[in-house]
Nanobody
């Protein structure tokens, strides 16, 4: 079992920055990929960015160049630096962990609101 807890969401004006943080506890050695998804009202949950244990990253094209995902050395934390935020980035952001046993674990989500 893996337990994920996010922090760092909030309200920011367009053009501003926020940093999200996610801490994994439990069977952290089983985690292979950690990342961030988001879900805006009335829309499906979508990938924002993820990072493997080897440091390989993948970004949603809508955030590439503005958002940056990183992982802690111990492998049980993942951060998302969000710059040049736009109102369309407003969503609930979820941390996700994918394990070597092909299981998904999700955090409870953190609200990010970008005002115009």
């Amino acid at each position: 079992q893996v337990h994920l807890v996010e922090s760092g969401g909030g309200l920011v004006q367009a053009g501003g920055s926020l940093r999200l943080f996610c801490l994994a506890t439990g069977n952290i050695d089983s985690i292979s990929v950690m990342g961030w998804y988001r879900q805006a009202p009335g829309k499906q949950r979508e990938l924002v960015a993820h990072i493997t244990t080897a440091g390989t990253t993948n970004y949603n094209l809508e955030v590439k160049g503005r958002f940056f995902v990183s992982r802690g050395a111990a492998g049980n934390t993942v951060s998302l630096q969000m710059n040049s935020l736009k109102p369309e980035d407003t969503a609930i952001y979820y941390c996700k962990g994918f394990t070597k046993e092909f299981s998904d674990y999700w955090g409870q989500g953190t609200q990010v609101t970008v005002s115009s």
